[in-house]
């Protein structure tokens, strides 16, 4: 099975400026230099939390590699059934420190990125092949998965075919949200596949035979950026919870009421 993983390869050292490449509702991206190894002198992408946000770090790290790991492990099986160019690999970093002290996860960067899907069930103009495409890859990993998973949250670039590389999709930041909502602060549980599966039409990139599921609903505001929401709200993700949720200023989902005994 081919290898999905786009890594820092043997460079273990990097220079990061003060430059920045974007800025999230939780995290800021810095511009960063490899040194030394297969990727010395290219150019990384080094993200750190904001300083206000960093209590949320170590949930958000301490399964980010497993998400990183899981997305890798389903765009393996789909490069190996979708369409020639539309095969997709997935950055992978690794952490590094600053001399103050401040945790950076640090990968290959990639410019000129564009959002394709949300993890609240937004998804971007569906005019756009590339878009649907992702929307696609979406709805595989909820079928490859037998209904307990989906990837979202997709962002990156289509890679047009360079000398002999291939074409291709090249992704970072992605999240999960699933059943059992194992996958930290991003992962919306069964929630958050309802609502990405009441915004996708099925199209020419999906196949008939995939499952998805029925009378599903929208839960959350439709954002195009990425939202959290605490392990401690768990209970209220679940299908059997009537709950529905605001985003405040900062992307923090919030639900809209406040008991938590509202089961169907």
């Known amino acids: 099975m081919p290898e999905a993983a786009r890594t820092n390869l043997t460079s273990y050292d990097v220079r990061i400026s003060n430059r920045h490449l974007g800025e999230g509702a939780f995290r800021v991206c810095l511009e960063g230099t490899y040194l030394g190894g297969n990727r010395n002198q290219q150019e990384a992408a080094c993200k750190r939390f904001k300083p206000e946000y960093r209590i949320l770090q170590d949930e958000f790290f301490a399964v980010d ?79 490859r998965s037998s209904g307990q998973m989906i990837v979202c949250d997709l962002q990156g670039r289509h890679k047009k075919r360079n000398g002999k590389r291939l074409a291709r999709f090249e992704l970072t930041d992605p999240a999960i949200c699933s059943r059992s909502r194992r996958y930290g602060p991003t992962d919306l549980g069964e929630k958050g596949i309802d609502s990405f599966f009441y915004n996708h039409v099925c199209n020419e990139f999906c196949e008939s035979h995939w499952r998805r599921p029925i009378n599903t609903r929208q839960w959350f505001p439709l954002t195009q950026g990425t939202s959290m929401m605490s392990s401690r709200m768990s209970n209220k993700l679940r299908l059997n919870n009537r709950s529905t949720f605001r985003s405040n200023l900062h992307g923090i989902m919030e639900a809209n009421d406040d008991s938590d005994d509202d089961s169907w």
């Not at 490069?79 to 290959?108: A, Q, R, T, W």
């Not at 394709?116 to 696609?136: C, E, K, L, P, Y």
């Open 65 to 143: 590699f497993e998400v990183i790991d899981k997305t890798i492990e389903f765009a393996e099986y789909w490069n190996e059934i979708c369409d020639y160019g539309k095969e997709i690999m997935v950055n992978k970093g690794s952490f590094h420190y600053s001399n103050s002290g401040i945790k950076y996860l640090v990968e290959p960067l990639i410019r000129y990125y564009t959002k394709f899907t949300s993890n609240s069930g937004w998804i971007d103009d569906t005019r756009d092949w590339q878009v649907r495409a992702m929307a696609a890859f979406s709805h595989y990993t909820y079928h």
